[in-house]
């Protein structure tokens, strides 16, 4: 696979194996307001504070209420641990929730999620910049195969906070299908909390959606002053 403009610095093969996730909803409302004085997006704040973002305002956004009627999608992860807050999105032409069934190397638009979800003691134990790069993009296909081309500490995590941001190759399968996701993922001081945001679509569309892309993932702020 080749991006312009992203090296290749680590190459893994990794294979999660499908199985049913337990989420525990909490509170998950999210309020969304005008940000940054862009009319072109919108900012979404979590209701207990832990975090914002900025999305376009032609993209969908998807809250917890609704995506458990969704089924299993690619963002959710299945690496165990009990879900905080999480939404999903997508930059397709209308909203459904069956957007989101397709994974990132099919995907002809942006999809993504922003997670914070605890972490057991055995994943406490395993906490790496690959594990928290790889969680953050879960796989119900065993057919589907995960790469690094590139993975950075994170300097916008603070106050003790270990982050990264990189960019992950996703392949299907056998097939020809290849796709992009760019992503940023972190943990808080004592390994409790694990926290991601992740968005991709197909090797086409990360092309031209690019800018679009860092720019939603950039924004993303996580609260580390609680």
């Not at 093969?13 to 998950?28: E, F, N, Y």
């Not at 690496?79 to 999105?89: D, E, K, L, Q």
């Not at 090797?203 to 939603?216: K, N, S």
């Amino acid at each position: 696979m080749n991006m312009s403009g992203v090296g290749r610095a680590e190459r893994t093969d990794r294979r999660t194996p499908r199985g049913a996730v337990a989420i525990v909803l909490l509170s998950v409302v999210m309020a969304a307001c005008a940000g940054g004085g862009d009319p072109d997006r919108i900012t979404y704040r979590d209701a207990q504070n832990r975090s914002l973002f900025e999305l376009p305002n032609d993209w969908n956004l998807y809250r917890a209420d609704e995506l458990v009627q969704a089924g299993p999608v690619p963002f959710l992860p299945n690496t165990g641990g009990n879900i905080v807050s999480y939404v999903a999105f997508d930059g397709a032409a209308g909203r459904n929730l069956g957007n989101l069934i397709t994974g990132a190397a099919g995907a002809p638009y942006p999809l993504g999620a922003q997670i914070i979800r605890q972490i057991s003691a055995d994943e406490k134990n395993l906490l790496s910049n690959l594990f928290m790069a790889e969680s953050a993009y879960a796989t119900y296909n065993s057919n589907l195969g995960l790469q690094i081309l590139q993975l950075d500490e994170d300097p916008e995590f603070d106050r003790d906070y270990d982050g990264i941001r990189g960019y992950l190759g996703v392949t299907q399968g056998d097939s020809d299908l290849q796709g992009v996701i760019y992503v940023r993922a972190g943990h808080n001081p004592d390994g409790t909390e694990l926290y991601s945001m992740a968005v991709g679509c197909s090797l086409e569309c990360f092309t031209r959606e690019r800018q679009e892309i860092e720019q939603a993932v950039n924004s993303w702020v996580i609260n580390t002053r609680r």
